[in-house]
């Protein structure tokens, strides 16, 4: 099968909503190339996901490619791209030079080689992402083993703020607990969650597309196998019900407008997650966490991007 690709050059903080325009408007898979991510690589003799002798790196900004089967018309789909990238800057985000082109892929199978960038990466004390085609044996008795594709949907355990989060879901998961998992791209910190021991898994998400993708990964961990996952904008489809444990990794943006109403869904004591903070955002977020009554336990960083645990707290407390 013929393949090629639009190209959007831009800025660290713009790739995860860059890569959401992609994937929404059919991408079947992103590649990511971000200045940024240098600094974050392990010691060479760590076992990372991407490996760092395979890439060069560029010097500056990132760009984010989706790619396209080649009978696809893709000119007029770049124009709403180029306005969604646009559109970037009324969220706060930086997305300069925000460029979208086409451009053609050399003839190879992609699809089979940008998977050797890929390999096993331990995200966490507790929790290894391993590719779907990968064989991987856990080298510890407490080491849970995530398995991915990761070309199905944004999202698969390496960025800094999928990071933030399954460290956040260690820290808070003691077992047994509900949890919903808002804007679950690819489904894997619900599935993380389930993992580490929690209970009674939804996942939602506003694409129907990222819904079926992270019900193909959900598949292809058996232990969450009973995690649930429905298409909902934020809270508009959710059920009638609170849970211990809400999970949210999006832009700020979003998280603001999620804010004044998860206490709605969500036990007294109960957890809320947040990630995708860019760092200056992050006073912002804590003060809007501070006005709906959340008290503020933790806050994360990693690179330029915060995680937040915070808790509802009980009236009586």
Do not use: C
Not at 35 to 50: K, N, R
Not at 89 to 107: I, K, M, R
Not at 188 to 198: C, T
Not at 235 to 264: F, G, Q, R
């Amino acid at each position: 099968m013929s393949w090629q690709k639009i190209v959007v050059e831009t800025q660290t903080e713009a790739i995860e909503a860059i890569s959401n325009i992609l994937m929404t408007h059919g991408a079947e898979g992103v590649e990511i190339d971000d200045s940024a991510e240098l600094a974050h690589y392990q010691p060479a003799d760590a076992t990372v996901m991407v490996k760092e002798d395979d890439i060069v790196h560029r010097l500056s900004g990132a760009a984010v490619t989706g790619y396209f089967a080649n009978e696809i018309d893709l000119q007029p789909m770049t124009e709403t791209i180029q306005a969604e990238v646009d559109q970037l800057a009324e969220f706060g985000l930086d997305a300069h030079p925000g460029t979208v082109s086409v451009q053609s892929v050399a003839d190879a199978d992609w699809a089979t080689e940008w998977q050797k960038y890929y390999h096993p990466v331990r995200v966490t004390r507790h929790i290894t992402v391993v590719p779907k085609w990968e064989e991987y044996q856990p080298v510890q008795s407490d080491e849970e083993v995530i398995v991915l594709d990761p070309g199905m949907a944004f999202g698969t355990g390496t960025h800094p703020t999928t990071k933030l989060m399954m460290q956040a879901l260690e820290v808070v998961v003691r077992g047994g607990e509900s949890v919903i998992d808002l804007g679950t791209g690819s489904g894997v910190l619900g599935i993380a969650a389930r993992l580490l021991g929690a209970d009674d898994i939804l996942g939602t998400d506003i694409d129907e597309v990222a819904v079926k993708s992270a019900q193909g990964n959900v598949d292809l961990n058996p232990k969450a196998a009973d995690m649930q996952l429905i298409v909902s904008d934020l809270l508009k489809d959710v059920p009638d019900k609170k849970y211990d444990i809400v999970i949210a990794n999006m832009l700020a943006e979003v998280l603001d407008m999620l804010i004044p109403d998860v206490t709605n869904i969500l036990q007294p004591d109960g957890y809320l997650l947040l990630s995708g903070i860019y760092y200056d955002k992050r006073d912002q977020m804590i003060s809007a966490l501070t006005a709906q009554g959340l008290v503020v336990e933790q806050s994360m960083k990693l690179g330029d991007w915060y995680g937040i645990i915070a808790k509802f707290k009980n009236e009586d407390d």
